[in-house]
């Protein structure tokens, strides 16, 4: 428990990259705690899976350094760069990529460190999977068999998770409910992980930290509410009337896009459908659309 809120990953890494606008470096510096669970997102291209590479081993920045617990995963300067396969990293993808001969028992099984480890029935048990254990992966869902790669990647009992946007292939309420599965198996077994998203509202609903990248540059690192606030797309509304007094101008403003998206902590207060809140724009924030 002593060490649940020291960074437990430490990651330092450089690397040139060639972006779509041009060869750039990738240049991150960051920690993360313990158990921490951290969205990882940024527009197409702007370099997360190479980031989530160089934290699995599969690829090698030009410099840096890495650390998890107490110890080094990576120090270019010093030449060591622990194999993946020697990492505790669990690493699941947007295709699960599991062994399509084996079961789904038997794909969990390969990856935990006994047969006879109970871990495996509690993780099938977890995701509702015990049902469908003897089945071949080529005869389950899509969300079946990410839920399978989810478990699988956990059965290693990894230091570090690593998510590439696991659940975009799948439909709407299929991602929604293995989101919700992915919170409930983070929360119990508190594996620090990283999960890419290109859906920001996802991860501000499920990260407790956010990691931002922009061209290979950390934009916005920190809690998912600071980070929502600078990203907020502004609402937008064309002007209604002018009234132009002493002090103030008046505007009048009709709201073209009046649904609105907001993420608040849900330990603040209890939010209830059709009840009427006030909400402020802030004037300082208002832009002619084409500004
Ligand atoms: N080994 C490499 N050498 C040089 N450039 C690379 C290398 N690997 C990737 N790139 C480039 O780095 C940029 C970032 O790629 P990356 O796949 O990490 O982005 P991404 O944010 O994951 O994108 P997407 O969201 O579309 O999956 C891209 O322009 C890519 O072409």
């Known amino acids: 428990m002593g060490d649940i809120l020291m960074p437990m990953l430490h990651l330092r890494a450089r690397m040139n990259l060639l972006f779509a606008s041009g060869p750039a470096p990738l240049e991150v510096d960051f920690k993360l705690t313990a158990g921490s669970l951290t969205g990882l997102c940024g527009p197409s291209g702007s370099g997360k899976t190479t980031l989530l590479r160089i934290l699995a081993g599969l690829t090698v920045p030009d410099s840096g350094m890495m650390r998890v617990g107490d110890r080094i995963w990576l120090d270019t300067a010093q030449k060591i760069q622990v194999p993946t396969q020697q990492r505790k990293v669990g690493m699941v993808f947007q295709d699960a990529a599991l062994f399509p001969n084996m079961t789904v028992r038997q794909n969990v099984e390969f990856a935990a460190e006994s047969r006879r480890d109970s871990l495996v029935d509690e993780l099938l ?79 501000q609903r499920v990260a407790d930290n956010i990691l931002e990248l922009k061209q290979g540059k950390v934009t916005n690192f920190g809690s998912p509410y600071t980070a929502e606030k600078e990203s907020l797309n502004p609402v937008t509304g064309i002007v209604n009337e002018v009234n132009v007094r002493e002090t103030t101008t008046q505007l009048q403003i009709r709201l073209t896009s009046p649904i609105i998206t907001v993420n608040v902590p849900s330990d603040t207060k209890e939010w209830h459908i059709g009840e009427a809140i006030a909400v402020s724009i802030d004037p300082q924030t208002l832009t002619r659309k084409a500004d």
């Open 125 to 203: 048990a977890l995701v509702d999977l015990e049902n469908l254990a003897d089945r071949k992966p080529a005869t389950l869902s899509g969300g079946q068999r990410q839920r399978v790669a989810l478990i699988r990647a956990l059965a290693r009992r990894p230091e570090v998770l690593l998510l590439d946007e696991p659940f975009s292939a799948l439909d709407y309420e299929t991602r929604e409910q293995l989101l919700g599965e992915l919170v409930r198996l983070h929360r119990q077994f508190g594996t620090t992980t990283v999960l890419v998203s290109h859906h920001q509202e996802e991860i």
